[in-house]
């Protein structure tokens, strides 16, 4: 059972009421946070123009290949390959 299926079977063993009301809650905020996320990229979509983008890109990749040489080592040992 996942933790939100939990969460609702608590509400629903309290009241109706209760669980419609973690429902309402549960969708608003997480529609309203995916809205306010597409209003913020769509305000700042002339703050990263021509130079400032590819560079902020590149910074981006760089992290991302990091992240992911350092995820492939851990899983190396975790495997107790090294």
Do not use: C, H, N
């Not at 009241?15 to 549960?26: D, E, I, M, N, P």
């Not at 809205?35 to 902020?56: E, F, K, N, T, W």
Request: hydrophobic fraction near 70%.
């Amino acid at each position: 059972m996942t933790v939100g299926a939990a969460i609702l079977a608590k509400a629903i063993a309290q009241s109706w009421l209760v669980a419609a009301a973690f429902l309402f809650g549960f969708y608003v905020l997480l529609v309203g946070s995916k809205v306010l996320v597409a209003l913020m990229a769509g305000r700042s979509r002339d703050l990263l123009a021509g130079r400032p983008y590819r560079i902020a890109m590149r910074v981006l990749a760089v992290l991302l290949g990091v992240f992911a040489l350092l995820l492939f080592g851990e899983g190396l040992k975790l495997l107790a390959v090294i």
